[in-house]
Each structure stands twice: as structure tokens, then as C-alpha cells.
Nanobody, 121 residues
Framework: QVQLVESGGGLVQAGGSLRLSCAAS????????MGWYRQAPGKQRELVAA???????NYADSVKGRFTISRDNAKNTVYLQMNSLKPEDTAVYYC???????????????WGQGTQVTVSS
């Protein structure tokens, strides 16, 4: 059925940029919100950025001004443009979508498999 597949991670030097993509595939009735979380080893998973169906956005304080989240509704895809990357941005980044698969279904969170972002100094 529905899958969330992330891409775009990799190794980049401090100050560089990466663009993450997450495509939701399968039958989807509606998407309420999509977002990006990240988790570094030994640390809690944290919200990086989220975007709702009305284009409202929310960013972690640590990434404000550097990261931009956007969405392509026709493709059921969310992007995270990451600029001015810092070593502390190193983490596995996970795509999240709050979705209904059917009109009658309750909104449910779905997760991608994660993509590694490593920022070297």
C-alpha cells in the first residue's frame, strides 16, 4: 500500500547544501501534513520542519533561516532544502506524513525509512 521513500541524503561539507525529497506512493485519500524529523545516535528524534495542508510551516529553532520545507501536492512529495549545513545537522532524517488512506479513515502517521545526512567540518 502506501510507502514513504526518502532520497537526497549524503555527505557534505559544512556550509554546503542538500535537498531531501520524500515521495508518498500508493492510494492516498488526503494528506493533512508532512514533515521531516531527524535522529542522531544516542539522541531523541526531533521535529525539523513540517508543512500542513494550508501551507502553514513549522521549523525547529536550530534550522530556522537555513532550511526550507516545501510540498508538491500533485506528486505527494515533500522537500527539505538544507542550506548552510552544520556538523550538528548530522543525523538520519525521517519523512513523516499524517494521512488518510480512505475518506472514512482516521488520520494516521506514516514514516519513511530514513536517509543519512552527514556534515563534515
Amino acid at each position: 500500500q502506501v510507502q514513504l521513500v526518502e532520497s537526497g541524503g549524503g555527505l557534505v561539507q559544512a556550509g554546503g547544501s542538500l535537498r531531501l525529497s520524500c515521495a508518498a506512493s500508493g492510494s492516498i485519500y488526503s494528506i493533512n501534513a508532512m514533515g521531516w524529523y531527524r535522529q542522531a545516535p544516542g539522541k531523541q528524534r526531533e521535529l525539523v520542519a513540517a508543512i500542513t495542508s494550508d501551507d502553514s510551516t513549522n521549523y525547529a529553532d536550530s534550522v530556522k533561516g537555513r532550511f526550507t520545507i516545501s510540498r508538491d501536492n500533485a506528486k505527494n512529495t515533500v522537500y527539505l532544502q538544507m542550506n548552510s549545513l552544520k556538523p550538528e545537522d548530522t543525523a538520519v532524517y525521517y519523512c513523516n506524513a499524517n494521512m488518510r488512506l480512505y475518506r472514512w479513515a482516521r488520520p494516521t502517521d506514516y514514516w519513511g525509512q530514513g536517509t543519512q545526512v552527514t556534515v563534515s567540518s
